[in-house]
């Protein structure tokens, strides 16, 4: 157990041959972490597919994180608080490999009392004893006693969108999808468009006021030539004119650029455009949220705002097809209310209720459904238990079904801009996918919600052929 103290050994205090120790095992957010804090770039160290390659065996030459280790040692308990670091000489005598358990033990071998130095034997040793690294270093040891209380150190995640990552390599791992970038008259939309072609995410046909789309692009640089560009007088005209050729089947999928989600929505929703279905259409955002295992989606935080059981039936249906384009086969949906027990004078825990029996019935289908549950209960497996909750949802939801768009809107702005989430977002239930991106987002954003219209259009049209 390790003490609520932690406490040097003076000079005097010391003797020749006193020795102290620790274990740790190396892991990948390790390696990660101290190439952050050293600058270490060098791919042979920091890259997950490199480390792990056969060829190279998952070893990598992490001598600086063993030296760090010493130097723990030598701070935290032989001499301990108030020791100076003055030298060190140190080999490497072999690599460590990811996941070794390194044992790293300090020995005094010399003291000098006129300037209270020491000099100790290092030594960090793997599982089978072998040295990995061996050598001297020198310190001068505290005079005075210390004893402090330990300090609890942060817990630290590394934001690397993982998650996001992994979509946008499958989605490029299908032909680019053909979208109708609506009115990209503004930085963010158009430069999002063009990256995502570069990335062969899409091909984008620009639709909207060619003037104010030509300013855009020699504002930033821009070659449009390999572009169509579709000439519109205004927004309103650039809705219609793309969800135009979606209905002909001219573009796979449509790109909100600088316009309101609304007036987009009114043209795709149109009785004469052809792209309304017997689905309702809804909005999901798929986030990468630092502190979750896998992706987390959430629905619906942007088309239906007071959605009735009907309406939530089809939401609940988009995302799970969703996931099942994104080869989660059977999704946990959480339907989220602020309590966990069914209660009359809470609609949304009957809303749960009646989707679950839904399920059970064959109205909706493709995974496992469960709810009422509030938050901590869909996403804590610690919650959960303490709760006495026994689901097979409960504390490892895929999906999120929010009571209504307010509810939705702030998870969706808590998890991204206290949890340090990224999402992307999509519209599913017309016949195309929308991909719908907030003036906001960055590019990975961008990317991502274009990879997941990629992932749509291929999965529908596998679906058609088998």
Same mark, same amino acid.
């Given at each position: 157990?390790?003490?609520?103290?932690?406490?040097?050994?003076?000079?005097?205090?010391?003797?020749?041959?006193?020795?102290?120790?620790?274990?740790?095992?190396?892991?990948?957010?390790?390696?990660?972490?101290?190439?952050?804090?050293?600058?270490?770039?060098?791919?042979?160290?920091?890259?997950?597919?490199?480390?792990?390659?056969?060829?190279?065996?998952?070893?990598?030459?992490?001598?600086?994180?063993?030296?760090?280790?010493?130097?723990?040692?030598?701070?935290?308990?032989?001499?301990?608080?108030?020791?100076?670091?003055?030298?060190?000489?140190?080999?490497?005598?072999?690599?460590?490999?990811?996941?070794?358990?390194?044992?790293?033990?300090?020995?005094?071998?010399?003291?000098?009392? @006129?300037?209270?130095? /020491?000099?100790?034997?290092? =030594?960090?040793?793997? $599982?089978?004893?072998? *040295? +990995?690294?061996?050598?001297? &270093?020198?310190?001068?040891?505290?005079?005075?006693?210390?004893?402090?209380?330990?300090?609890?150190?942060?817990?630290?995640?590394?934001?690397?969108?993982?998650?996001?990552?992994?979509?946008?390599?499958?989605?490029?791992?299908?032909?680019?999808?053909?979208?109708?970038?609506?009115?990209?008259?503004?930085?963010?939309?158009?430069?999002?468009?063009?990256?995502?072609?570069?990335?062969?995410?899409?091909?984008?046909?620009?639709?909207?006021?060619?003037?104010?789309?030509?300013?855009?692009?020699?504002?930033?640089?821009?070659?449009?030539?390999?572009?169509?560009?579709?000439?519109?007088?205004?927004?309103?005209?650039?809705?219609?004119?793309?969800?135009?050729?979606?209905?002909?089947? @001219?573009?796979?999928? /449509?790109?909100?650029?600088? =316009?309101?989600?609304? $007036?987009?929505?009114? *043209? +795709?929703?149109?009785?004469? &455009?052809?792209?309304?279905?017997?689905?309702?259409?809804?909005?999901?955002?798929?986030?990468?949220?630092?502190?979750?295992?896998?992706?987390?989606?959430?629905?619906?935080?942007?088309?239906?705002?007071?959605?009735?059981?009907?309406?939530?039936?089809?939401?609940?249906?988009?995302?799970?097809?969703?996931?099942?384009?994104?080869?989660?086969?059977?999704?946990?949906?959480?339907?989220?209310?602020?309590?966990?027990?069914?209660?009359?004078?809470?609609?949304?825990?009957?809303?749960?209720?009646?989707?679950?029996?839904?399920?059970?019935?064959?109205?909706?289908?493709?995974?496992?459904?469960?709810?009422?549950?509030?938050?901590?209960?869909?996403?804590?497996?610690?919650?959960?238990?303490?709760?006495?909750?026994?689901?097979?949802?409960?504390?490892?939801?895929?999906?999120?079904?929010?009571?209504?768009?307010?509810?939705?809107?702030?998870?969706?702005?808590?998890?991204?801009?206290?949890?340090?989430?990224?999402?992307?977002?999509?519209?599913?239930?017309?016949?195309?996918?929308?991909?719908?991106?907030?003036?906001?987002?960055?590019?990975?954003?961008?990317?991502?919600?274009?990879?997941?219209?990629?992932?749509?259009?291929?999965?529908?049209?596998?679906?058609?052929?088998?």
């Amino acid at each position: 157990m390790i003490s609520k103290f932690i406490e040097n050994r003076t000079f005097d205090e010391i003797q020749i041959g006193d020795s102290a120790s620790l274990e740790r095992r190396l892991t990948l957010e390790d390696i990660k972490l101290f190439a952050v804090m050293s600058g270490d770039t060098n791919p042979t160290h920091v890259d997950e597919d490199y480390i792990k390659s056969s060829r190279f065996h998952g070893v990598i030459a992490h001598g600086l994180w063993g030296s760090a280790l010493i130097s723990t040692v030598l701070g935290t308990q032989l001499p301990g608080p108030g020791t100076v670091y003055l030298n060190q000489s140190l080999s490497f005598r072999r690599p460590v490999a990811l996941g070794d358990l390194v044992r790293v033990s300090v020995t005094v071998k010399e003291k000098n009392s @006129e300037n209270h130095r /020491l000099l100790l034997d290092c =030594l960090c040793a793997n $599982e089978q004893g072998q *040295a +990995v690294i061996s050598g001297e &270093a020198e310190v001068r040891a505290p005079t005075e006693k210390i004893r402090r209380p330990r300090s609890v150190l942060p817990e630290v995640r590394l934001a690397e969108r993982a998650h996001l990552h992994r979509l946008l390599e499958a989605a490029q791992h299908h032909p680019p999808v053909r979208t109708a970038v609506v009115h990209p008259t503004d930085n963010a939309s158009l430069t999002g468009a063009v990256a995502a072609a570069e990335q062969g995410l899409i091909v984008p046909v620009l639709v909207g006021p060619e003037h104010k789309i030509r300013t855009v692009a020699e504002a930033e640089n821009i070659d449009l030539s390999p572009y169509q560009l579709v000439a519109t007088e205004h927004s309103h005209a650039a809705a219609e004119q793309a969800v135009a050729l979606a209905g002909a089947g @001219e573009v796979q999928a /449509l790109m909100k650029g600088s =316009l309101h989600t609304d $007036e987009l929505i009114r *043209a +795709v929703l149109a009785k004469d &455009a052809g792209l309304r279905t017997e689905r309702r259409l809804s909005h999901v955002f798929a986030f990468d949220v630092p502190t979750y295992a896998k992706p987390l989606f959430i629905t619906d935080a942007a088309i239906n705002v007071f959605p009735t059981l009907e309406h939530k039936r089809d939401i609940v249906q988009n995302a799970i097809d969703l996931a099942h384009a994104l080869g989660i086969d059977c999704p946990k949906v959480a339907v989220l209310s602020a309590v966990e027990t069914i209660t009359p004078i809470i609609p949304s825990t009957l809303d749960a209720a009646a989707l679950c029996k839904m399920a059970d019935r064959g109205q909706l289908s493709g995974a496992v459904i469960d709810g009422p549950l509030a938050f901590d209960n869909a996403v804590s497996p610690e919650a959960s238990r303490i709760k006495g909750i026994t689901s097979p949802v409960a504390g490892q939801a895929d999906i999120l079904v929010v009571p209504d768009l307010e509810a939705g809107n702030m998870l969706a702005k808590q998890l991204e801009y206290l949890g340090g989430a990224e999402g992307a977002g999509i519209a599913l239930g017309a016949r195309v996918p929308i991909i719908l991106t907030s003036r906001a987002d960055d590019t990975i954003s961008r990317l991502a919600s274009c990879a997941l219209a990629v992932m749509l259009v291929h999965h529908r049209q596998t679906a058609l052929l088998t």
